[in-house]
């Protein structure tokens, strides 16, 4: 089990920006996983893939509906992982979720079993 903690959401305008924190407890999210994603539920909806970044090579991937506006990062420590949002739309209104999946990355919602708590991030019109 990796153990995360999500932090930084909000209530922004759109257009605003927030960024996002996922950090690890004890350790560097590189020993226990080959893959660090975000997804994020709507309210009434089920949970979508965000983004996701391989800490090992830093490769990053993002969904359509993100890509251009969001930014998934890793820390030099590799304890933390960032998703920086710009641009925000009231689309964007969600509770979001990092994950750790010990395999290479993907984008099932289901492939990933270590979740944060979740942080609930609301962007008005």
């Known amino acids: 089990q990796v153990r995360l903690v999500e932090s930084g959401g909000g209530s922004v305008q759109a257009g605003g920006s927030l960024r996002l924190s996922c950090a690890a407890s004890?350790?560097?999210?590189?020993?226990?996983?080959?893959?660090i994603g975000w997804f994020r539920q709507p309210p009434g909806k089920e949970r979508e893939w965000v983004a996701h970044?391989?800490?090992?090579?830093?490769?990053?991937e993002y969904s359509a509906s993100v890509k251009g506006r969001f930014t998934i990062s890793l820390d030099n420590a590799q304890i933390t992982v960032y998703l920086q949002m710009n641009s925000l739309k009231p689309e964007d209104t969600a509770v979001y979720y990092c994950?750790?999946?010990?395999?290479?990355?993907?984008?099932?919602?289901?492939?990933?079993?270590?979740w944060g708590q979740g942080t609930q991030v609301t962007v008005s019109s």
């Open positions: 994950a750790a999946r010990r395999l290479g990355c993907a984008t099932s919602k289901d492939a990933y079993n270590d």
């Open positions: 970044i391989s800490p090992r090579y830093g490769r990053t």
């Open positions: 004890g350790y560097t999210v590189s020993d226990k996983a080959n893959c």
